[in-house]
């Protein structure tokens, strides 16, 4: 049975007059990965910032680990670990140093410190590179160092601010299969990312953040299914049946050189039973069927999409006082 | 673990961390040194002897040289402050409960053991430049005593300027007027012969009295008027520089 790992309720920060959270609930199962996605300033690292008591809300209630994070900020620090959007290792100590230090200020004994940044070194492969200074290693390395050091406190909520940006595509594979055997052994992990291909990689649950609020939240499949865009693609061996179709399907929209149609819908059982019937009853004969889904990328434009409603309100308003004015 | 011994065994990790730094890149030692020691040489053996200050001029430039010294060595903790706030590593600290004071007093206390070690490298030097101090052991006292003080005022200073800055080197430009000053005071030659403005301005600057002072014990002549307001001086910048970086530290997650 799952708890709630992470549970937030009507989150708002604003800075000065500049809105950052406008109003965001979020509930993070216990031993799940969950993915907050959105564009560069969405409002990803102030919301991370907030779960983890760096940054308190204007408004709002977070219980993280069973802890409010205004009152009991020390219980929530004790339960989490952080790594940040940036590899935040000490570049002018080792790799095994900088685990060290992380022991020390968590008051392990000398003796556990040093066998836990053993087996960290040992788990990310960092071994060999172990006395060497962090500044020596590539972002991959660092990255895996920062994540060791969050580690070493042994937290049961791991925070990832965007873990894999700016890492090639191997440190990013490398990267996902960590935090892969991380839940595997039951932890909790927090992501932030604007990697679609990530989210729908690792996590259980994705909220898509945008300006601020939460425009979606489901699974990867429940997201890309609410997103206008999934269509059914057929193709047909002459321009005769092409003809037939479209005239049969509404809504649809022809390719006479590829000789295919393209009928929106959900790609359900059901609709596809009732678009062959249809078809069957022109004696239409189809040589090739799709069923297209959106992936998370038109997911994202859809919900994130800025040329949407609320932003043509502006050019009205701005239209409107340019009449005044004469 | 007790409520005091805790921040005391942070503190105590992130001073061995700092010193781990500076050990690694003595450079942040040399770039203290080198300043004060070529500007020793320019004054002494190459200006010294074309103005009279009515004593010998290394006994004169000295107690400048020392303030220099201090004032030389800041950019690197500046820097190092700056991009351990840019880089997360103080938000991973803070996540860890780590005391701020830890954080916060380690890179003020290795800045001051830094500079000592750098302003003995420079007095050794000077020595050998034909400084020769007239200070009874209770003045030397004295002389430490002021030069760490100052040290201390400079360092949260610094500290500040470094959690306040947008990035390391915007920190670094902010030590600019630091190395500036000592030169519009009285490091060099007395303020009572400048020029109007540089004059009034050498006089009422915090470097002023505190080399005075400084001066004063290590020539045997301390002056009480000006060791008070050199220690209320470094006082208030101390707590002005304290407070400027509680507040930075609080505010920028």
């Known amino acids: 049975m799952n708890g709630s790992a992470i549970a937030a309720s009507g989150l708002r920060k604003a800075y000065k007059d500049k809105t950052v959270l406008d109003g965001i609930d979020l509930d993070v199962r216990t031993g799940t990965i969950f993915a907050l996605l959105g564009p560069n300033g969405a409002g990803k690292t102030t919301t991370v910032n907030v779960l983890t008591t760096l940054l308190a809300p204007d408004a709002g209630k977070v219980v993280v680990a069973g802890h409010d994070v205004s009152t009991e900020a020390r219980a929530v620090r004790a339960a989490i670990g952080v790594t940040g959007q940036f590899a935040s290792v000490d570049n002018l100590l080792t790799g095994e140093e900088n685990l060290l230090m992380m022991a020390d200020l968590l008051r392990l004994p000398r003796a556990e410190g040093r066998r836990i940044a053993g087996r960290l070194l040992d788990r990310f492969d960092l071994v060999e590179a172990a006395g060497k200074l962090a500044a020596s290693y590539s972002g991959g390395m660092r990255r895996k160092l920062d994540l060791a050091m969050t580690l070493v406190g042994n937290p049961q909520i791991i925070f990832l601010d965007e873990p894999t940006t700016g890492l090639d595509p191997r440190s990013r594979r490398t990267m996902w299969q960590i935090i892969r055997e991380l839940v595997a052994d039951g932890t909790t992990i927090f992501l932030t990312t604007q990697y679609l291909e990530e989210a729908d990689e690792l996590a259980g649950r994705i909220a898509v953040l945008d300006r601020g609020r939460l425009v979606a939240e489901g699974t990867a499949d429940e997201l890309k299914r609410g997103v206008p865009g999934s269509h059914i693609r057929l193709r047909f061996a002459d321009r005769h049946e092409l003809d037939v179709a479209a005239r049969v399907l509404h809504g649809s929209t022809r390719d ?5 149609l393209r009928v929106p819908g959900d790609g359900g059982v059901r609709s596809l039973r009732a678009l062959l019937d249809r078809l069957d009853a022109q004696s239409v004969e189809v040589e090739e069927l799709s069923v297209h889904t959106p992936d998370l990328d038109d997911v994202f434009l859809a919900l994130t999409g800025h040329g949407n409603l609320n932003d043509q309100e502006n050019p009205d308003d701005h239209e409107n006082k340019e009449v005044g004015a004469r | 673990m007790s409520v005091i011994s805790a921040p005391l065994a942070d503190s105590s990790t992130m001073m061995r961390r700092n010193f781990r730094h500076t050990m690694r890149n003595p450079l ?35 107690p400048g040289l020392i303030i220099m010294t201090i004032c030389y060595g800041i950019g690197p903790t500046a820097t190092a402050v700056n991009s351990d706030m840019t880089t997360g590593f103080i938000n991973r600290l803070r996540v860890m409960d780590v005391s701020r004071a830890a954080v916060l007093n380690a890179h003020v206390i290795s800045t001051v053991l830094r500079t000592l070690v750098a302003i003995a490298f420079v007095v050794g030097v000077a020595f050998l430049m034909g400084f020769r101090p007239s200070a009874s052991f209770p003045q030397w006292l004295g002389a430490i005593g002021i030069v760490v003080l100052t040290a201390l005022a400079i360092s949260w200073l610094t500290v500040a300027a470094g959690l306040s800055a947008k990035s390391p080197e915007g920190a670094g430009i902010l030590g600019v007027p630091l190395m500036l000053l000592p030169f519009l005071s009285s490091a060099f030659a007395p303020a009572d012969r400048m020029g109007p403005g540089a004059r009034q301005f050498a006089e009422y600057q915090p470097f002023t009295p505190i080399i005075e002072t400084l001066r004063g ?25 304290y407070l400027w970086a509680r507040a930075s530290f609080t505010k920028r997650a």
């Open chain 2, 217 to 241: 014990l290590l020539n045997g002549t301390p002056s009480t008027g000006t060791a008070i307001t050199a220690i209320a001086w470094c006082a208030g910048l101390s707590l002005a520089g």
């Open chain 1, 256 to 260: 006479d050189e590829e000789l295919t």
């Open chain 2, 28 to 62: 942040t030692l040399l770039n203290a040194i080198i300043m004060p020691i070529f500007v020793m040489f320019l004054m002494v053996y190459v200006l010294g002897d074309a103005f009279s200050v009515g004593v010998d001029y290394a006994d004169y430039a000295t």
